[in-house]
């Protein structure tokens, strides 16, 4: 519906918040996968994950969260 009714703009506004939740959806899921080879690439026993213990604290820190 294209017609020239005032919620008009509410449509086209959820069209950019679609958008825009689309391409970050696309960035974090790009983000992830990086994330998984990364972790496959460096496997570690149950219980000794030193390094991804260390990986994951560092992505946390990059993203604004402190790990405990």
């Known amino acids: 519906y294209s017609g020239n009714h005032p919620?008009?703009?509410y449509i086209t506004l959820?069209?950019?918040i679609l958008e825009?939740?689309?391409q970050r959806s696309v960035d974090i899921?790009?983000?992830t996968v990086a994330h998984r080879r990364h972790?496959?690439?460096h496997p570690e026993?149950?219980?000794q994950e030193i390094k991804t213990a260390s990986f994951v604290a560092e992505q946390l820190r990059t993203i604004g969260i402190e790990p405990l």
Request: charged share 20%.
């Open 39 to 41: 972790l496959h690439a």
């Open 7 to 9: 919620g008009n703009k």
């Open 45 to 47: 026993l149950s219980y």
């Open 29 to 31: 899921a790009a983000t």
């Open 14 to 16: 959820s069209r950019d």
């Open 20 to 22: 825009s939740i689309r």
